[in-house]
C-alpha cells in the first residue's frame, strides 16, 4: 500500500491559483497512475486529472486548460496547479494511485480543502 500526504489547499479568491502537491511513500512509485480526486458537499469524488508514469495526462472537461497536473518520479511527488479558480472548484481534493487508468486505485491521501469564494 502505497501512503499518500497532499499539502497545499486553502482559501483563494476566484480567478486565483493554488498548487496541490501529494507526497508519496514506497519504492514502485515511477510505475504508479497518479491522480487527482475531488468531491464537493453533497456530491459524488470525481475525477479531476491523472498522470501515467511516463507522464501522459487526462483531464476532467470542467478543469481542462486551467489545470495541470505533473510528477516528479525522482522526488515521488505529484502535483496539481490550479489556475483561473472558479467557486464550483470548491471541493476536498485527494491524491490517488493505482495501476488502472480507467479506475482509481485502491491508495488515498487523507485530502485537503481547497475554497474559492471572494
Known amino acids: 500500500q502505497v501512503q499518500l500526504v497532499e499539502s497545499g489547499g486553502g482559501l483563494v479568491q476566484p480567478g486565483g491559483s493554488l498548487r496541490l502537491s501529494c507526497a508519496a511513500s514506497g519504492s514502485i512509485f515511477s510505475i504508479l497512475i497518479m491522480g487527482w480526486y475531488r468531491q464537493a458537499p453533497g456530491k459524488a469524488r470525481e475525477l479531476v486529472a491523472i498522470?501515467?508514469?511516463?507522464?501522459?495526462?487526462n483531464y476532467a472537461d470542467s478543469v481542462k486548460g486551467r489545470f495541470t497536473i505533473s510528477r516528479d518520479n525522482a522526488e515521488k511527488r505529484v502535483y496539481l496547479q490550479m489556475n483561473s479558480l472558479k467557486s464550483e472548484d470548491t471541493a476536498v481534493y485527494y491524491c490517488n494511485a493505482g495501476v488502472n487508468p480507467m479506475l482509481p486505485g485502491n491508495s488515498w491521501g487523507q485530502g485537503t480543502q481547497v475554497t474559492v469564494s471572494s
Open positions: 498522470i501515467t508514469g511516463r507522464g501522459s495526462t
